[in-house]
């Protein structure tokens, strides 16, 4: 037991697939990736967390080239660059970093 109010339960995803994709959904929900849903439901606007990420960095930290984001299930590296003809700032497409 946790808690007085919580108590962990271990459920087995290959025992009980019912209870495992209803786990998987509210994760989902909860993590972001179900957002989207929820936020319509309790009125949120809803960002997708690479671009709430992007907006804040360049609002707050005009002058940062590349932020690099550690979660505790994926890592996302963010690269702007300066426009040099209109002076915007863009998220440099993966596909470019590769090249």
Known sequence: MLNEAFI???????????????YMKVCQIMTGSGGSSIGKRIGAKFVQEVNAVSLSVEKQYPQVQ????LGGQDAKIIIFKTDEETGEVEIVPFAEVLQ
Do not use: A, G, N
Not at 66 to 69: H, I, W
């Open 8 to 22: 962990s339960i271990k459920v087995d995803r290959e025992e009980r697939p019912d209870i495992d994709t209803i």
């Open 66 to 69: 590349s932020v690099v984001e």
